[in-house]
């Protein structure tokens, strides 16, 4: 089954996932977990991280996803969505057909479960989708 605990109150070097991961429901199915933070300051949704569950379609789930997160910054008024690179869905989310991208100059894994600093994160303006498919009505 799927297991899940959220890591507000686990010390940073500890956490699986991260700060405050979330759950994300695709039907009737927990298909992923996501990192998620609204930066209203920045007018930022950030998005540390996201993980596809061992057996989901990660194609499938992160076109869902992209289209959520970009509902979710609307939502809340934010301007724009800014990915992550921890997770194995992370690099889905920012390339819009999908493509894995490995263009990490530091040569951090994809899937690593760091925590993210300023500049491991990729601005994608809302407006131009953050891929897959998800935009803006």
Not at 47 to 75: C, I, K, N, S, T
Not at 98 to 127: A, I
């Amino acid at each position: 089954g799927f297991r899940y605990r959220i890591e507000i109150y686990v010390p940073a070097p500890k956490r699986t996932y991260g700060y405050y991961v979330l759950p994300f429901l695709l039907g009737d199915r927990m298909e992923a977990r996501v990192d998620a933070k609204a930066d209203r300051k920045g007018g930022a949704l950030l998005l540390p991280g996201a993980w596809a569950e061992p057996d989901a379609d990660r194609a499938v789930v992160a076109e869902a996803l992209a289209g959520e997160a970009v509902r979710l910054a609307q939502f809340l008024g934010l301007e724009r969505v800014e990915v992550g690179r921890r997770g194995d869905l992370a690099a889905a989310l920012r390339d819009g057909d999908g493509e894995q991208v490995v263009d990490d100059e530091r040569g951090h894994e994809q899937g690593d479960r760091r925590e993210d600093s300023e500049e491991d994160r990729e601005e994608v303006d809302v407006e131009h989708q953050i891929g897959c498919g998800g935009r803006l009505n």
